[in-house]
């Protein structure tokens, strides 16, 4: 079993999201998958069972557990895929459901990959969940984007929303892990997906993954596609639109992530991003 290492979201293997990639998974157990994802020691490792033409199983690993989806490490497969068997269109069957990715060659020659998610959903954010949340994170009320109201997003994986109006209180990030995780643990949740809105089609984010062992994420394709279900879902962006995610930058990994939110309710929301071998 070999396992790759690429970067996603960055052309640069300094920047982006670190993934594992298992090309070929077949007959590995689930115990084997962990430790390896452990061993990796990065936020996924993505683990690649063929399943008929054009079509492939993927199941995502953290560190401490699997995963429903991942949008970083299916990026990171599409390209590594591509590298070795062209580029095109693949139906991925993840655990959240069918994720079509399609790779193709930039201008500049860089392979590029898109994913089109599962559909989002929205939900309300419990106010006791919220309020405890808060106080983990140490913001108040007063630190919201009153035009971006919490609540909780699906594109694959649920991430609760929660926007700021200060690039500055992005930026300062400190919070009890253990207590996180539990919270985090018990409502289901893969990622706090933290944001602000710098225009009304780029934003910034970050996300802390306690769940899986990791202090914050450089680069979450899957809240990226969770937040632009979000958006529409609550009328926030006018529809069709295509938004860029600036994320990890205050972890030394900058990341760009490219969200395309079609018009049609339910429908699936495409993540755009570039890897590149480590």
Known sequence: METLRY???SSDPKGGNPAGV???ASGTD?????????????????????????SLDVRYFSPLAEVPFCGHATIAT??????RHGTGRLLLRTAAGPVTVTTDRAADG????????????????DEGDLAELLAILGWSAD????ALPPRVAFAGAWHPVLATASRERLADLDYDMPTLAALMTGRDWTTIDLVHRESPTVYHARNPFPPG???EDPATGAAAAAFGGYLRELELVPVPATLTIH???????????TVTVPAQAGSGIGVTGTAVRI
């Open 143 to 146: 630190d919201l984007d009153p």
């Open 78 to 83: 599409a390209v590594a895929h591509a590298e």
């Open 247 to 257: 994320q990890g930058v205050d972890m030394g990994r900058p990341s760009t992530i």
């Open 22 to 24: 298992v090309l070929d």
């Open 110 to 125: 860089a392979l590029v990959a898109t994913l089109v998610s599962v559909p989002p959903r929205t939900v309300p954010l």
């Open 30 to 54: 689930d115990a084997a998958m962990l430790a390896t994802a452990a061993e990796v020691g990065y936020s996924e490792t993505a683990f690649v069972r063929e399943a008929g033409e054009g």
């Open 7 to 9: 970067v996603a979201f």
């Open 213 to 215: 062992g990791v202090v």
